[in-house]
């Protein structure tokens, strides 16, 4: 079970988020190798509370042409990040300039090889990463999601919409079933396959029941379910689990970790048949041999918003396929497992933390429509960029409860608090490869990229539940707002000014003078700041997983980019610290420059060489970007390919 008390260090942080731009003012005063700002005369708008590690240039502190900001002294050893951050509904392309500094910083800046010998794992002993590639199933999800996102503005909200508040449905209570081996009456399920892009009714039979949930598996799906359940090839472990075993294991991950960790983290399912209890439905959701990814569960609005429809063939033109049920959809193990997981992922990885991601999906349409009262007024959120519109669609159509970055980002957490998510292999390599490649995507534009719309929207929410806890997630989850506005609101800070601390930290997090924690490792991060300006927790993701198989073996702050590592130890804890767990950036001696995409970001690192040194940057088109300005010490590896070191 998910403890709301885990958080507690990120919560005591939370006072920073509204204490950073009172500091800024006394900052500007601090410290003689504090950056000077030319022109315009006055300092910057936001300092670090040393006035050295890090400060913020903003839109209104350019002058004509650009800024400077000189340091009196670099010294030889000393680094400065340059972080553009266009903040903005266009991209930004702007040319980085320096001067008094040193090309010696090379593409793999990294620190010395004693490092690996430092966390006490030698130069031997590790292994890749295992796990299997999520891609096609996050690409297979986008079907899904294109289909959710969009219903509402499809249908124009008809009337018929039941929610809590409405009285329960005679019809809605006569179909739940309440014993294994029931059948659903009125004919089983109707259910959506992206293939044939078309609904049919399937009987079905209840197979296995918790205090809130209830398991069922269409009838013509049974008999390989079972052949490939009990299969002892389909386990990588080579020992196969029974049916009840495998529902036993999925019922006890859903009432002990995926709800409690749901409702403490983002708010109350829906419960719109009034039985407390949540379908999961096993069934074949592609219907034919897909292209374009897996399909491994989804949420569909349509069966909490409109009542049952019992037309044989699930085609009225007032309820839209409904099953008039509080319902999620999990893919079929046959088909799961002919896609290249094997049981032992597809049981304790990613089927619950499907159930997960989806459930958070039903939530945020709980908590703004459902709760509210509202069809088709609680979907105003437009798309965030014309990538979202497809061919043939126009933007009204397109309108979302919330934007899809958010409300995906947030899914993608839910994972994580339930422990899975981040505590597993292959999304940790997700998140590693979004931090080696992050300059080629907007965070807010989705364009359905597995690592750099998922990784992205992953990373930034991640980094704000670890800074505020529980607390943020709930916020995100308000009816009242969406998008940008909903992110300030939640986060206590502009998304411009907010967005700078995200790309900061994705930098540096923790690689300055923190330890990584008692017991577990005792040596410091690859760099340092003056004033220990970076040690702070505002610069740091924490590795937070309550209820994962990693929790015991991970202090609270563990290193993200170590967390997120490369490599793991053949035995023991993953404590290896890699390239490839690094924010990549672009070193730079004289001159570089770059075309940001809309809300995306980039990094530049320059090295000084024990004298006054200058940063320069002009904006050629589109705007000008935020720029946060990181110096420190010491030697921050860059991103490689992903291997081991």
């Known amino acids: 079970m998910v403890s709301p008390s885990s958080p507690a260090s990120r919560r005591a942080a939370a006072p920073l988020l509204a204490a950073l731009t009172l500091l800024s003012a006394a900052g500007a005063g601090c410290g003689n190798s504090s950056g000077s700002l030319t022109p315009p005369p006055q300092p910057p708008t936001e300092l670090a509370a040393d006035g050295t590690a890090y400060q913020v240039i903003t839109p209104a502190d350019y002058g004509t042409g650009g800024f400077n900001v000189t340091y009196p002294n670099l010294g030889v050893d000393e680094r400065v990040a340059v972080l553009p951050i266009a903040a903005g509904t266009t991209g930004y392309a702007v040319t980085v300039a320096v001067t008094g500094t040193s090309g010696a910083v090379g593409k793999l800046d990294a620190a010395p090889a004693a490092r690996a010998v430092a966390d006490g794992l030698g130069t031997g002993g590790q292994v890749e990463d295992a796990g299997v590639d999520r891609s096609a199933l996050l690409a297979g999800h986008e079907l899904a999601r294109q289909r959710r996102e969009s219903f509402l503005a499809r249908t124009g909200g008809a009337p018929g919409l039941v929610t809590p508040a409405l009285p329960r449905s005679a019809a809605i209570l006569a179909a739940v079933a309440s014993a294994v081996g029931d059948t659903r009456a009125g004919g089983g399920f109707c259910v959506f396959q992206y293939v044939t892009k078309a609904t049919h009714r399937y009987p079905a039979t209840l197979r296995y029941t918790t205090p809130h949930a209830e398991f069922w598996v269409l009838d013509a799906a049974w008999p390989s379910f079972q052949s490939a359940i009990t299969n002892p090839a389909n386990w990588s472990s080579g020992v196969a689990r029974t049916t009840d075993q495998v529902f036993a294991s999925l019922g006890t991950a859903y009432e002990s970790k995926i709800l409690s960790a749901l409702q403490t983290y983002f708010g109350p399912e829906s419960d719109v048949d009034g039985n407390t209890k949540m379908i999961f439905l096993f069934a074949d959701l592609m219907g034919g041999a897909g292209t374009n990814g897996t399909v491994v569960g989804y949420f569909d609005p349509t069966d909490v918003y409109y009542p049952r429809d019992v037309t044989s063939a699930c085609a009225s033109g007032s309820s839209f396929g409904s099953n008039g049920a509080d319902m999620l959809y999990l893919i079929d193990p046959t088909t799961f497992h002919a896609a290249g997981f094997s049981l032992d992922t597809i049981v304790d990885e990613e089927w619950p933390g499907t159930m997960a991601h989806e459930l958070q999906h039903n939530v945020n349409f709980n908590v703004r429509c459902l709760q509210q009262g509202k069809g088709a007024s609680c979907v105003q959120a437009p798309p965030t960029c014309a990538a979202e519109i497809p061919a043939g669609a126009t933007s009204s159509q397109m309108r979302q409860q919330e934007n899809t970055w958010i409300n995906e980002g947030l899914s993608m957490v839910s994972e994580d608090v339930a422990g899975f998510g981040a505590a597993t292999p292959s999304e940790r390599s997700r998140l590693r490869q979004y931090l080696a490649s992050y300059p080629a995507w907007s965070l807010t534009c989705w364009e359905s990229d597995p690592i750099g719309n998922y990784g992205g929207a992953h990373a930034y929410m991640r980094y704000w539940l670890d800074q505020i806890g529980p607390g943020f997630t709930m916020a995100m989850e308000n009816p009242a707002l969406h998008g940008k506005a909903n992110v300030a609101s939640a986060t206590g800070v502009s998304f411009e000014q907010g967005f700078a601390r995200f790309a900061a930290a994705s930098l540096v997090s923790n690689e300055d003078t923190a330890v990584y924690g008692s017991g577990v490792l005792s ?50 804890p993953p404590l290896t610290r890699t390239f490839a767990a690094n924010a990549t950036y672009t070193p730079v001696a004289s001159t570089a420059g770059v075309t940001l995409r809309q809300d995306g970001w980039a990094t530049f690192v320059t090295r000084g060489t024990g004298g006054p040194a200058t940063v320069s940057v002009t904006p050629s088109s589109g705007g000008k970007p935020h720029v946060a300005l990181v110096r420190y010490t010491g030697a921050l590896p860059n991103a490689v390919p992903a291997v081991c070191q």
């Open 523 to 572: 040596s410091p991060g690859t760099i340092s700041s003056l004033a220990s300006g970076l040690s702070d927790s505002q610069f740091s993701y924490g590795a937070f997983l309550p209820g994962g198989a990693l929790a015991s073996q991970q202090p609270v702050w563990a290193p993200w980019h170590h967390y997120t590592r490369s490599c793991t130890p053949a035995s023991g």
